[in-house]
């Protein structure tokens, strides 16, 4: 094993603080260890690494001796910042669930922290790993106001997420091609041909040093939209498809990043970084990176399922980093390389909090957004009023999932009415409610359908609805007792439509959206039903008549769903 003392040259790792670099005599000298699989073994934070090289710098200075034969070893040091499923949350959130914050994200108050962190690196990159779409400005301008916006805050790179494909893959098309930087793919294709749907992979170069970038769309991302809207591409094998482009990339570059949009779908819940029975795993991520030799960076999205710290693969090493979306944090990365081997032989990774009352918001991001906003005066209309905070839940019954589900079945006059959780996409604050809060939280072109559907789909339906693969189902109409703790596809305890006990053999009228109707996020039951309406109004123009109607919305009556 080579071991060489290494020291540090303004090298320090980024802290809100500020805080200084311990004075280099107080501790002995440690070496560093040069092997391959050093972060594999050891997983040592960088504050820690930075002590240990500020000691062999100040060994060199003679506050202790230095072995004659050591030959000191200059690291590359680079810098990574990362975002994912952004998802056109321009405006910061009150942080109910934190004792310590007020309000957290806002993308002007992300661009000023991600200035402050640029300022204090060397070297840095700036990537974001999917779901840029969905929200009321990004519908109203066709995906084109969050590109501008990533434009103006100088990303480098991104990979396309689902959301992306929201108005149709031809929307999306249109709009990146106001993108300065490149939109990576390496797995779409059109269908029936060999003809990429965009570029697969990029090589970003600065101050001489080479970054090649990959990006990745999963295949359970691809069963998270309407069908149509990815009708004539295709998703093929995301193992092939990174081994591909990283057999080509390596031997030209100094560092491989993959951006996925992969995994489990994540879970729509304001809070639900603070939510443990909500949270997702990155078994996609770490599966692909076990899969393809050569990617030293992993950065995912889909999941929103935050790596406090990244996940250092077993067997690869590859560093595998995600944040909990929504822009409420940003992803750290720092690394530094061996330019002898290229190794990573070090590397500090954590997720920033945005801390929105603490930033200003970043004027040039701000203007922008507020000059698109007076494109659509509409948008700040005030439609309506609420009597309290309308909060979602993605694994169990909520108010706000509730009132959808009110909204629906009233209006289609059915027995039931079903909402995915996962088209629940805000809250709604107490009081004054704009046109703007409403298409937030349900910023989707979702038509209302009417199915006639038999007892035994139903049960199919909900079965799959406590699976909580996808979140459960918000329901009205129907009161449903359930157990998780039984095995998946057997946890439906009892259900009551209109005070009596659901009957297999019995038909039943369903409202719901065609989105749902289409079989997508894995609800393939609905695809046995017989459809009464196909397609009936947007239920974003029922949400607004709702509002409009002139009552104060409170929320409605809950007991529907009963976990036992």
């Not at 500020?54 to 202790?64: K, N, Q």
């Not at 940003?330 to 500090?348: A, F, Q």
């Not at 009936?536 to 709702?546: D, I, N, S």
């Amino acid at each position: 094993m080579n071991i060489k003392q290494i020291r540090c040259r303004d090298i320090g790792p980024f802290g809100s603080s500020g805080a200084d670099v311990p004075d280099p005599c107080e501790r002995q000298v440690r070496p560093f260890l040069r092997t391959p699989s050093y972060h594999l073994l050891m997983n040592f934070r960088f504050r820690a690494t930075v002590v240990a090289l500020m000691l062999s710098a100040a060994a060199l200075a003679g506050c202790a001796p230095q072995p004659q034969e050591s030959v000191p070893v200059e690291l590359r040091v680079v810098t990574l910042l990362y975002t994912n499923d952004f998802e056109s949350a321009y405006d910061p959130i009150p942080a109910f669930w934190r004792d310590d914050l007020d309000h957290v994200g806002g993308i002007a108050e992300l661009a000023t922290l991600i200035d402050q962190v640029r300022a204090k690196e060397n070297l840095s990159f700036l990537l974001d790993a999917g779901d840029i779409f969905t929200g009321t400005l990004a519908k109203l301008t066709r995906g084109e106001l969050p590109f501008e916006l990533m434009m103006t805050m100088d990303y480098d790179a991104m990979c396309i997420g689902n959301h992306e494909f929201e108005y149709g893959w031809w929307v999306l098309r249109d709009a990146m091609q106001r993108a300065p930087f490149p939109v990576l793919a390496a797995n779409l294709f059109y269908a029936g041909t060999d003809i990429p749907f965009t570029q697969q992979w990029t090589i970003l170069e600065r101050d001489g040093f080479r970054i090649g970038v990959v990006g990745i769309f999963g295949q359970d991302a691809a069963t998270a939209l309407f069908p149509p809207h990815l009708e004539g591409i295709e998703v093929r094998d995301p193992v092939a498809a990174a081994r591909t482009a990283v057999a080509r990339l390596r031997p030209e570059v100094d560092l491989i990043v993959l951006l996925t949009h992969q995994g489990k779908t994540a879970p729509m819940q304001t809070d639900d970084e603070a939510d443990v029975a909500v949270h997702r795993d990155i078994e996609a991520d770490i599966a692909l990176a076990g899969a393809v030799e050569g990617i030293d960076v992993l950065i995912g999205g889909h999941a929103d399922a935050g790596q406090e710290e990244p996940f250092i693969h077993p067997v690869t090493g590859t560093l595998i980093c995600q944040t909990y979306g929504q822009g409420t944090r940003l992803g750290y990365l720092k690394l530094l390389l061996d330019p002898e081997t290229g190794e990573v032989v070090g590397h500090d990774g954590r997720l920033l909090v945005v801390a929105s009352d603490e930033l200003e918001p970043h004027p040039v991001v701000a203007a922008k957004l507020a000059s698109y906003r007076a494109r659509f005066p509409e948008v700040d209309e005030i439609v309506g009023r609420t009597a309290e905070r309308l909060t979602r839940r993605y694994n169990e019954e909520s108010a706000l999932g509730d009132l959808f589900a009110d909204i629906l079945l009233e209006y289609g006059q059915s027995d039931i009415a079903f909402v995915h959780s996962g088209g629940i996409r805000a809250d709604l604050p107490a009081g004054e409610i704009t046109l703007e809060n409403l298409l937030d939280a349900f910023p989707f072109i979702d038509f209302v359908t009417t199915l006639r559907m038999t007892g035994d789909q139903l049960l199919d339906v909900l079965e799959q609805s406590f699976s909580l693969e996808r979140g459960v189902l918000q329901v009205s109409g129907i009161t449903i007792t359930y157990d998780l703790e039984q095995p998946i596809g057997n946890r439906v305890v009892a259900a009551e439509i209109g005070g009596r006990a659901l009957e297999p053999d019995a038909i039943y009228t369903v409202t719901t959206f065609d989105f749902l109707a289409s079989g997508a996020d894995l609800y393939s039951g609905f695809l046995d039903a017989e459809v009464i309406i196909a397609q009936g109004p947007e239920f974003a123009e029922l949400l607004e008549a709702h509002f409009a109607a002139g009552e104060v919305v409170a929320a409605p009556e809950g007991g529907r769903l009963n976990p036992l």
